[in-house]
């Protein structure tokens, strides 16, 4: 467990460094990391690979109840084992529910900035979307309920929640997502929560709480997205798995999911169980690193002028305001100065850039130094 290890991805086709493959600039941005994955996990890979046959599979019985283990000693969440459907990624479990979520035509309510695929699932699916912008209290990302009630249709169907929220970082306290529940009861939504980043809260004040964990009312209109894939940095080995609790709504989920979505891999499989059986020691230390990156990320920015950001208290990405900078193309600036960056517009706000702190120690200063310099030269 050497999180500061520098550890070259470039012969591998690795989709954050083949963007700028051949120039100098470094990649901050896609949501994977440069950390090594734990030991047990690629332990688990090779064994199975060892077995030499990699044939279509089932869900391993064993995968089942170690999920099911996680979310209990994680969340004190009793989830049926008749409830999960695993699926080959986050992103298709959101596209399934707007699917699921009314009729062609209905709508589809969600909140900016947001996981730039947000926007096209709706359409995807045959909805049309309504965006409410987030709203700053502070130092924090917050829900604006108001426009919430002033936006939602008769027609509306689904509240697609982001949380941890990416890209503000946020992760809903209890009295938020209880004022979400009660506004999707009153209108009668269902909610899909994405919470593909719950298990990377760093903020030591914070809590995660699955949103339909708070009672049996809110789980049967939910629809919980989760996947070990984030937190234990193997994306590219996609798995991820839908929690429904209501049984129409989940024979509705498996019906649009016939004949299109595939089925996960055997290897996607035996890193899954070895992560939520095995992968907390290694969790914990890739946190431990987390938190010292986004404390000196916090540290440079909150000396630099025209630049702002909000704490991270979840994920390892930094939503950064560089509106006062006044750049044409803040994407290009920064990629001038040999810096990756997402641009903020494919999330709803052209006036960021989000920075992935995933790193080791050595490659974050690298980064920081040339976002300083990029700020200078504004
Ligand atoms: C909020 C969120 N949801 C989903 C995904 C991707 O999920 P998957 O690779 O399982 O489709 C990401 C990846 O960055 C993400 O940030």
Redesign the pocket.
């Known amino acids: 467990m050497d999180f500061t290890r520098v550890i070259d991805r470039r012969p591998t086709a690795a989709t954050k460094w083949q963007k700028y493959a051949g120039t100098e600039i470094l990649p901050f941005w ?2 994977d990391m440069e950390f090594e994955t734990a030991e047990p996990i690629l332990d688990a890979l090779q064994r199975r690979v060892a077995h030499g046959i990699l044939g279509y599979t089932d869900v391993p019985a064993s995968l089942t109840e170690a999920t099911l283990a996680f979310l209990q000693n994680r969340y004190q969440w009793t989830v049926d084992p008749s409830w999960i459907v695993w699926l080959p ?4 479990g959101f596209n399934l529910a707007c699917r699921c979520a009314g009729v062609p035509g209905d709508s589809v309510l969600l909140t900016t900035p947001v ?1 730039y ?1 947000f926007f096209a699932a709706p359409e995807n699916g045959g909805r049309s979307r309504i965006e409410v912008p987030l709203v700053k209290d502070g130092q924090r990302w917050v829900m604006d309920f108001d426009a919430l009630e002033q936006a939602v249709r008769p027609d509306t169907r689904l509240f697609m929640l ?1 949380n941890p929220q ?1 890209p503000t970082g946020r992760v809903y306290n209890r009295e938020e997502l209880l004022a979400l529940g009660a506004f999707a009861e009153r209108h009668d939504l269902l909610i899909c929560s ?1 919470e ?2 719950a298990e990377l809260v760093l903020d030591p004040n914070t809590v995660h709480r699955p949103i339909a964990s708070f009672g049996e009312a809110l789980a049967l209109r939910s629809i919980t997205l989760m ?1 070990p ?2 937190t234990f940095n193997i ?1 590219g080995l ?1 798995c ?1 798995f839908a929690i429904i609790a209501d049984p129409m709504l989940r024979r509705r989920f498996r019906q649009a999911q016939a004949g299109l979505v595939p089925s996960v891999g055997p290897l996607a499989y035996a890193a899954a169980e070895a992560a939520y059986r095995h992968g907390e020691p290694w969790r914990q230390a890739m946190l431990a690193q987390l938190r010292a990156n986004h404390a000196r990320l916090a540290e440079v920015m909150a000396a630099l002028p025209r630049v702002s950001t909000t704490p991270v208290e979840a994920t390892c990405l930094a939503w950064l305001d560089i509106r006062e900078l006044g750049l044409q193309d803040p994407p290009a600036h920064f990629e001038a100065q040999g810096l990756g960056l997402s641009p903020g517009a494919p999330f709803g706000d052209a006036n960021f850039l989000r920075f992935n702190f995933g790193c080791s120690p050595s490659l974050l200063e690298s980064g920081l130094a040339r976002f300083r310099n990029g700020v200078a030269a504004a």
């Open positions: 896609v949501a990624g986050v992103v298709p996981y695929p982001c990416n994405d593909i980043h996947a894939t984030k994306p996609p991820a």
